[in-house]
């Protein structure tokens, strides 16, 4: 029997290549979990995932309902699971005013830390009952949320405060987690912090009690994804070249996929805690080794803090 791993936003990037990679090893079926039901379907098509060893169901993580819904649509399959991918991202760094998600939060906190967070504590129940022998968590981070490391210096830096925003309620007019003035850029770092914060914690909460592994990692820069589509056409065209000539940070979307797939299903990344990277200068053949994770991120007190106002925030608590 196969293994079942759930991949969010498997429409484009790096979840489609980690789809393909996982579903061409012949052990894994994978439910392909997206806001956009036909955009999906082509986009398996076309990297030519093979036709029965996938199933998309929608979700759209911009919406709590959603969320809720999806996690009934996939108990409704009858599969088990044995691996959650939280890998889908949005990065708005042009907009001048904040976007908003159906429940009234801001959008790429919404999308890429809050709608993730119901979600992994939904399906928390799932992994559980999985009778594979190493069932794993995986949360896409990125350097970004980093700046002790190189890619992750450049500023406006992430600083989550003391989560000032959420104990407000985090509904307009606040729209960042520290309680500042709206910044776009700041607020993808700020919730790729709160992807490691929320990796940290299921460990500390669950790894023991449960044998699930928790990880994170970055890819690498792949800096031809979807991910920079808001971003000034100029940019888009020499971002990539800067990373593959200039920094040397660059990283095929196949690549970056196949690193997914590895540790969701190598034997060598079973450790629970764990945030994983390639370096942000690539090498051929480079091995991947445990990063150490930006002082935010590391900070235990926080990562409680920040998982009872996300509670809140997403009505488990
Ligand atoms: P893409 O933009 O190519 O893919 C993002 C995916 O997220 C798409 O499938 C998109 O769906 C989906 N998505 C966006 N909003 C929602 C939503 N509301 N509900 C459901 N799905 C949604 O980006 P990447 O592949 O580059 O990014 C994937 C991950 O990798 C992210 O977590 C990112 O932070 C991380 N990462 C990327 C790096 C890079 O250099 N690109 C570097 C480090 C980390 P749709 O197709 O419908 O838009």
Request: with cysteine.
């Given at each position: 029997r196969k293994?079942?791993?759930?991949?969010?936003g498997?429409?484009?990037g790096?979840g489609?290549?980690a789809a393909k990679?996982?579903a061409?090893?012949?052990?894994w079926h994978?439910v392909?979990?997206?806001r956009?039901?036909?955009k999906?379907?082509?986009?398996a098509q076309?990297v030519?995932?093979?036709?029965?060893?996938?199933t998309?169901i929608?979700?759209d993580?911009a919406?709590l309902?959603?969320v809720?819904q999806f996690v009934?649509?996939f108990?409704?399959?009858?599969r088990?699971?044995?691996?959650?991918?939280?890998?889908?991202?949005?990065?708005?760094p042009?907009?001048k005013e904040?976007?908003?998600?159906?429940?009234?939060?801001?959008l790429?906190?919404?999308?890429?830390?809050l709608?993730?967070?119901?979600?992994c504590?939904?399906?928390l129940e799932?992994?559980k009952k999985?009778?594979a022998?190493?069932?794993r968590?995986?949360?896409?981070?990125?350097?970004?949320?980093?700046?002790k490391e190189?890619?992750g210096?450049?500023?406006p830096?992430p600083d989550?405060g003391?989560l000032?925003?959420?104990?407000?309620?985090?509904?307009a007019?606040h729209?960042?987690?520290?309680?500042k003035k709206?910044?776009?850029?700041?607020?993808?770092?700020?919730?790729?912090?709160?992807n490691?914060?929320?990796?940290?914690?299921?460990h500390?909460?669950?790894h023991?009690?449960?044998?699930i592994?928790?990880s994170?990692?970055?890819?690498?820069c792949v800096?031809?994804?979807?991910l920079f589509?808001?971003?000034?056409p100029?940019f888009q065209?020499l971002?990539?070249?800067?990373q593959?000539y200039?920094?040397g940070?660059?990283?095929?979307?196949?690549?970056?996929?196949k690193r997914?797939?590895?540790v969701?299903a190598?034997?060598?990344?079973?450790e629970s805690?764990?945030?994983?990277?390639?370096g942000n200068r690539?090498?051929?053949?480079?091995?991947?080794?445990?990063?150490e994770v930006?002082n935010?991120?590391?900070?235990?007190?926080?990562a409680?803090?920040l998982w009872?106002l996300?509670?809140k925030?997403?009505?488990?608590?």
């Amino acid at each position: 029997r196969k293994s079942t791993v759930v991949i969010t936003g498997a429409s484009s990037g790096v979840g489609l290549q980690a789809a393909k990679a996982l579903a061409q090893t012949g052990q894994w079926h994978v439910v392909m979990a997206c806001r956009d039901l036909s955009k999906t379907e082509t986009a398996a098509q076309t990297v030519g995932i093979p036709k029965d060893s996938y199933t998309i169901i929608h979700l759209d993580l911009a919406s709590l309902d959603s969320v809720r819904q999806f996690v009934k649509d996939f108990r409704n399959s009858g599969r088990s699971l044995d691996a959650l991918v939280c890998n889908a991202a949005i990065y708005m760094p042009l907009i001048k005013e904040p976007l908003w998600s159906v429940d009234g939060y801001e959008l790429s906190v919404a999308t890429n830390h809050l709608g993730h967070f119901l979600l992994c504590n939904l399906m928390l129940e799932d992994l559980k009952k999985s009778s594979a022998s190493e069932p794993r968590l995986v949360i896409l981070g990125t350097v970004t949320h980093n700046p002790k490391e190189l890619g992750g210096k450049i500023p406006p830096r992430p600083d989550l405060g003391n989560l000032q925003g959420f104990e407000a309620g985090f509904k307009a007019p606040h729209t960042m987690i520290d309680g500042k003035k709206f910044e776009p850029v700041k607020a993808y770092k700020d919730s790729k912090v709160c992807n490691v914060l929320t990796m940290k914690e299921l460990h500390r909460r669950y790894h023991e009690s449960t044998g699930i592994t928790f990880s994170s990692l970055y890819p690498g820069c792949v800096a031809t994804t979807a991910l920079f589509r808001d971003h000034y056409p100029l940019f888009q065209k020499l971002f990539p070249l800067f990373q593959k000539y200039i920094t040397g940070g660059y990283v095929s979307e196949e690549d970056a996929g196949k690193r997914v797939a590895e540790v969701v299903a190598d034997p060598a990344y079973n450790e629970s805690g764990m945030y994983w990277s390639w370096g942000n200068r690539q090498k051929k053949d480079r091995k991947s080794f445990v990063q150490e994770v930006s002082n935010e991120a590391s900070d235990d007190d926080k990562a409680k803090r920040l998982w009872e106002l996300s509670e809140k925030l997403v009505g488990l608590a």
